[in-house]
């Protein structure tokens, strides 16, 4: 006969306290710099500037966002820009992902492994080192400066991630479905389109999120790809802003956390898709 | 009669939904007994329940007389085997039959010595270093078994364990189960929903539907005086023939008179009045092809190899017929049936209950 | 998982030749548009980056042959070895926290507690930040004369080291950023491989007598190993190739205490125009990255040849 431990009921109340005090504190380190951020972006330009630091907005003001944001062209013109880059990548990103990701699943052609061990080895180089030959190709191109190099650059570089995690879905996928269509008429490519494709959505919906939160939130590429503020995009609009002007603290904030938000309201849409993308993609493939 | 486990009064709620109504069960020391029932009707999660891993709504779960109802899983001193056997897979078959010895402090002595004696009694001894992965359905069942025996518990518990094994090898294990549940008399409570399996194996049966039990009782019990129609539905195969009709009082006796006018003598004491709306219920085995008795006409001969069944019509009910051996008899024929009058089960048509029981 | 039975199924089609053929190429064919984007846009650049770290490079032509000068002069002057230790102490720092504490985060929001999605929800913000904002927010709040972290922590009677002046406190403040940053995805990915854990493996486990903990080492961690192993990977990576938290937050300083080779090449490359030096920091990063990647790689086979 064993002892028998002291009652579940006790234990498990312990447990659940310490459960929710380590959530709270780990949510506080998550969530300050962004909580500060906003309501430094709702005070007066005065009101930050004061020292012993405020908490919350003495006076609650909009100015920052008016001023930065809204009645600011540049601003807008940069988050137009940069909505354009990312949806043309994400399109051209997801076209080239999903047919590699369907080539790479179903046939062991030879030479795949190396062609994927190479396409994953440009992930491994820092971005620093590829900026100048980039800048030199980009000229020789004539698409330096222009929205369509930033648009190409961030698919190839998106590109190795999304193969993988397409991979992983295509293979979860029954190959029968595409061998029925197949018999029934269909070529190989058209099976893939009417079958797989379908079914790879929320893999599709999950890389969508992955190049959207990696583009939007870029900046170095951005900043040494392009120079004019015609083809900039957003993140190095803040920076320029920071540098410009000094450190305008209520201002920028306004701007960095208006530049947050299509992320997470994007996030938030998809946030199912992209948990579930990621578990079959990322786990089972 | 000392009690190995204990059921009393016990209810479960998922929400609002209440699921097990008031179930109150004995079971003795050594006995096998076996949960059965259709799909959904809370077998399972009475077997949860008495291992610990659901909470119990209402009522008292006791195990060799203490009460275990706040008592973690871990410390019931209970082993399970699971339908999809749950064996660990980073884990050899030895590492996967000592978890549950580790986790209680043996020395490696002792350990190696159970280990050695459980995979000898189930011929997993070459199997030791293997990982889950590479053994077959019938192997990984024997190592969940193995896990479970190790450690020597209380109580078995049994959740649907040959569900996932192809037919003959079901008919094997079955066999295999019970020979080692004879050699350790440990307590064993077994959940499926194969009527076989539970009149081959147990002790004693818990027929169980919607959340009640329907029945307890030895399988014969269940299967010679079935308590409802859904007990004598469930139990045997093929099912048993149901006559519907009313009671009618002639100089025989009472016999059931079906819509179209049929006969069928009912034995001499049955408790029924006369123009009761009842329902006759005889086993294929107990409608034997005779000289005399009711007319029968054959749609169906299904040969079986050592006996034929028979599928006909008497007047507009359907029959089944199992003769026991091979006759002549071929689909179109007319035959007339006999039955001894004392295998016949009544059941009241508005309860569904048999009319032995009383209602 | 039917990867040859595209094969059967032409055989059996009893394709003709020319169908064969494109058959055959099929693959090829689709794998062709991916391979080319990453062609022209990511290895014909980063080969020209290796030859440019043989050269004596300048921004627009290659300049003189200098063999090995260049990776000479990375590691051996301008203190090169202290931005290798550096990147060191920032990658295992990072690492080292943000690996245990996202799997930790990830076992907590596996459990059925109350507000579990609105924690989830938070918990994943500093991922949907970009790393720029995230930086001068944490440079910040961490700024010795106007940050709000100074100023809590003064009012309880504790003076915080000067993350602008000291050196140590400089590296821990970056660290802290990138912790901050990298937290959420590994606690994603790791919650994704927990929910991919069948739950009578679990059961089972408690039925076997296992006290949590010992369900969480035997059980519950070794079967999401190949995940973490991934997560961390993908975290070491991250990090070793990050500039902006550091450029933004010290600059590198104070006297290179925060320069990692990362940003030395950035320093290189566009402060001190010695581009191929730069180039040479950039490929000895690549070297090591694909090393510790092949490592990582052979560590997941090896488990799995069993």
Same mark, same amino acid.
């Given at each position: ?49 004061? *020292? ?22 540049? *601003? ?67 698409? *330096? ?121 994007? *996030? ?18 | ?359 | ?306």
């Amino acid at each position: 006969m064993n002892a028998m431990r002291p009652k579940r009921k006790l234990r498990s109340i312990a447990g659940k306290a310490m459960t929710v005090i380590f959530l709270f504190l780990a949510s506080v380190f998550a969530v300050a710099p962004i909580l500060w951020a906003v309501l430094t972006s709702l005070k007066s330009p005065k009101e930050v500037a004061l *020292y012993p630091p405020t908490f919350f907005p003495q006076h609650l003001t909009f100015e920052n966002y008016l001023g930065a944001v809204i009645n600011n062209g540049t *601003y807008l013109h940069y988050l137009w820009n940069t909505a354009v880059i990312v949806v043309a990548a994400t399109v051209l990103c997801l076209i080239c992902s999903a047919h590699a990701a369907h080539a790479v699943a179903r046939f062991r052609f030879r030479g795949s492994s190396v062609l994927m061990f190479a396409m994953f080895s440009t992930v491994m180089i820092p971005g620093v080192a590829v900026v100048i030959p980039l800048y030199l190709l980009s000229v020789k191109a004539g698409i *330096y400066d222009t929205v369509l190099v930033l648009i190409l650059v961030y698919s190839a570089w998106l590109t190795p991630t999304l193969v993988w995690l397409l991979r992983g879905f295509v293979l979860v996928i029954p190959y029968e479905l595409e061998e029925a269509a197949r018999i029934d008429g269909y070529s190989r490519l058209g099976a893939f389109y009417r079958v797989t494709l379908p079914l790879l959505r929320p893999g599709l919906l999950a890389g969508a999120v992955l190049i959207f939160a990696n583009i939007w939130n870029e900046f170095l590429l951005g900043y040494s790809l392009v120079q004019s503020e015609t083809a900039r995009v957003i993140q190095v609009g803040i920076y320029a802003n920071l540098t410009e002007v000094g450190v305008q603290w209520s201002r920028l904030t306004a701007a960095a956390v208006t530049a947050m938000l299509p992320v997470m309201i994007i *996030y938030a849409f998809l946030q199912k898709a992209f948990v579930q993308g990621l578990s079959t993609g990322a786990v089972k493939g | 009669m000392t009690v190995a486990v204990s059921l009393r009064h016990v209810r479960k709620k998922f929400g609002t939904v209440e699921v097990i109504h008031d179930v109150d069960l004995d079971i003795a020391p050594g006995e096998f007994v076996v949960l059965v029932g259709p799909s959904g009707c809370g077998k399972s999660t009475l077997l949860r329940m008495i291992a610990g891993l659901e909470d119990v709504s209402v009522g008292e779960i006791r195990i060799d007389g203490s009460l275990v109802n706040d008592i973690d899983p871990a410390d019931r001193d209970i082993a399970m085997v699971f339908q999809s056997y749950a064996l660990y897979p980073h884990m050899t078959v030895r590492e996967n039959l000592a978890f549950g010895l580790n986790a209680r402090g043996f020395n490696a002595a002792t350990k190696t010595k159970k280990i050695n004696e459980v995979a000898a009694v189930l011929g997993l001894e070459s199997l030791l270093a293997r990982y889950p992965r590479n053994l077959s359905g019938g192997q990984q069942q024997r190592v969940a078994m193995g896990r479970a025996m190790v450690r020597n518990p209380r109580v078995f518990l049994f959740d649907e364990p040959l569900s996932n094994l192809d037919a003959k090898l079901r008919a094997q294990m079955r066999v295999e189960v019970k020979a080692l549940h004879r050699r350790l008399r440990t307590t064993a409570i077994y959940v499926t929903h194969d009527q076989i399996e539970a009149m081959t194996m147990a002790d004693r049966i818990v027929l169980m539907r919607a959340g009640h039990i329907e029945q307890i009782g030895t399988p014969l019990e269940l299967y010679d005086r079935p308590a409802s129609v859904f007990v004598a539905q469930f139990i045997g195969s093929p099912t048993m023939n149901m006559l519907q009709g009313r009671a009618k009082l002639n100089n025989a006796g009472y016999v059931l008179e079906t819509e179209d006018g049929l006969h069928f003598p009912l034995r001499e004491n049955a408790q029924v009045h006369d123009g009761q709306p009842i329902i006759l219920g005889l086993r294929p085995e107990h409608l034997k092809p005779s000289d005399r008795g009711v007319s029968c006409i054959v749609e169906i001969v299904e040969p079986l190899g050592r006996e034929i069944l028979l599928y006909g019509r008497c007047g507009a009910a359907s029959v089944c017929v199992a003769p026991g051996s091979r006759l002549a008899i071929e689909p179109g024929m007319t035959i007339d049936l006999d039955y001894d009058v004392a295998n016949a089960c009544i059941f009241d048509v508005e309860t569904e209950r048999n009319v032995r029981n009383g209602d | 998982m039917a990867i040859s039975g595209a094969r059967e199924l032409d055989d059996l089609m009893q394709l003709d030749r020319s169908r064969r053929w494109r058959s055959a190429a099929f693959p090829y064919l689709a794998f062709a548009p991916a391979l080319i984007l990453i062609a022209c846009v990511s290895f014909i650049p980063i080969g020209y980056a290796i030859v440019q770290s043989f050269f004596r490079s300048s921004t627009l032509q290659l300049g003189r042959f200098v063999g090995l000068r260049n990776y000479n002069d990375f590691f051996f002057t301008g203190d090169g070895f202290g931005s290798f230790e550096n990147s060191l102490i920032f990658v295992a720092g990072t690492v080292v926290l943000a690996v245990p504490f996202g799997i930790a985060l990830a076992l907590v929001l596996n459990k059925p507690i109350l507000f579990r999605g609105f924690f989830r929800v938070v918990l994943i913000l500093p991922w949907l930040v970009s790393n720029l904002v995230g930086a001068l927010l944490w440079a910040w709040i961490g700024n010795p004369q106007y940050g709000l972290v100074p100023y809590l922590l003064g009012k309880i009677g504790v003076t915080m080291p000067n993350i602008i002046t000291d050196p140590t406190a400089a590296m821990a403040s970056v660290i802290v950023a990138s912790v901050w940053a990298s937290t959420p995805l590994v606690m994603v990915f790791v919650l994704a491989a927990l929910q991919s854990i069948p739950t009578d493996l679990i059961e089972a486990a408690r039925m076997d007598g296992a006290s949590p903990w010992r369900r969480l080492w035997r059980v519950t961690l070794p079967m999401i190993r190949n995940t973490t192993l991934m997560a961390l990977v993908l975290t070491s990576l991250h990090a070793f190739k990050s500039v902006e938290i550091i450029l933004v937050m010290t600059s590198g300083g104070p006297n290179g205490a925060t320069e990692t080779m990362a940003t030395k090449i950035f320093h290189e490359a566009f402060t001190l125009i010695r581009i191929g030096v730069g180039s040479a920091g950039a490929v000895t990063i690549f070297v090591l990255n694909l090393l510790f990647t092949m490592a990582f790689v052979r560590v997941l086979k090896s488990e799995h040849g069993a």
